[in-house]
């Protein structure tokens, strides 16, 4: 198919472009490259710099591209922004988005593809998480793709759009052949952190909370490589032929590592040590937060690859040794 990918030249998204090459489909990015790199767009893909919520731009593009499909991936994520600037993120995750779809349904184009987020979730009652959970929120981010879930359930009963939300733990690593990676502005991901506080480019990293009910104390997360959540996004396509279907996966490894576990991990991988402090919990940080995929394991045939920690962080070291400045355009 001819798919849209928007946010194709950020992290999750540029990956999940290659793996729609290698799938057989052809690619079309719209990014207005606030986040997103142009060097994380593969050679000969069309890249169109323009932002999701213009209706006349994106239409466009539907009509020159003979559109079939959707994936979006273009959402601020910074919790700690949202709450502070609510109207930034109501506005790019929920009105922008909005005007996405509507284009779509104006173009006859019904097949869509979310990224959502396990902050759908807010502070979840029991582990592991699954999709039939209560879903309430925490912070604006969490609460815009909520909105937007919300929105896709409304346009699949009205017009028959067909689609997957995505319900995503913590996506890390980077391609294996360390091509494409991670190098947002600012970063918040731990393993990339970590690997910068391990080469000197950052000073110590700090540890949020050591008094967690958890093994040793420190926050637990399921960490899932990028790679393995791009091949999900593909595996779902011939379940969006039926119209109006309306789907919700999570997205995990299911393994929770703590934040002492990833500092390890990294200093296995990369032999160098990772100077830390410990530093009082952040408001708001669950004491765990995993995953169960059983359904995407089930329905999609979904399959990680990178089932532990250490694999993960060597495809980030990997990209970091190859890319010290990342993609150097900032």
């Known amino acids: 198919m001819n798919v849209l990918v928007v946010g194709g030249a950020g992290y999750i998204g540029s990956h999940c472009v290659r793996q ?10 719209l990014d207005n490259l606030v986040f997103g790199h142009r060097g994380a767009v593969a ?25 079939e499909a959707v994936m979006h991936f273009a959402a601020f994520a910074y919790v700690g922004e949202s709450v502070n600037d609510p ?23 019904k097949k869509f593809v979310f990224s959502s987020t396990c902050a759908t979730y807010g502070v979840p009652a029991g582990m592991p998480i699954i999709e039939t959970m209560p879903q309430a929120p ?52 731990l393993i990339p952190l970590a690997i910068d506080s391990a080469v000197g480019k950052r000073p110590a990293l700090q540890v949020f909370g050591t008094d967690y009910p958890t093994p040793d104390g420190t926050c637990l997360r399921d960490y ?22 309306a789907l ?3 997205l995990g490894t299911g393994k929770p590592t703590s934040v002492l576990e990833v500092i390890r991990a990294v200093e296995k991988v990369t032999g160098k040590k990772v100077p830390h402090v410990l530093a009082p919990r952040r408001a708001g940080d669950p004491p765990a937060l995993y995953a169960n995929s059983a359904k995407a394991v089930e329905e999609l045939g979904w399959k990680v690859k990178f089932n532990d920690i250490e694999s993960i962080v060597a495809t980030a070291w990997t990209w970091h ?10």
């Open 43 to 67: 050679a000969g893909i069309p890249l169109y710099t323009a932002d999701l919520g213009d209706e006349v731009a994106v239409g466009k593009i539907f009509v020159e591209e003979k559109i």
């Open 138 to 189: 925490i912070n604006p981010y969490g609460q815009t793709k909520l909105d937007i879930e919300n929105a896709l359930k409304a346009l699949a009963h009205a017009h028959g759009l067909s689609f997957a939300a995505f319900r995503y733990f913590n996506a890390a690593g980077a391609s294996e052949d360390g091509t494409i990676g991670e190098d947002h502005v600012p970063e918040s991901h």
């Open 20 to 29: 729609l090459i290698a799938a057989g489909h052809r690619p079309i990015v």
């Open 87 to 109: 109207l930034k993120y109501y506005f790019n995750n929920v009105v922008a988005t909005l005007g996405l779809l509507r284009a779509m349904l104006a173009h006859g184009v």
């Open 248 to 250: 919700f996966y999570n």
């Open 224 to 245: 899932v490589h990028v790679d393995d959540l791009s091949r999900a996004h593909i595996a779902v396509f011939k379940h969006l032929e039926a119209p109006g279907a």
């Open 321 to 330: 040794q190859a890319r010290p400045d990342g993609y150097a355009d900032r």
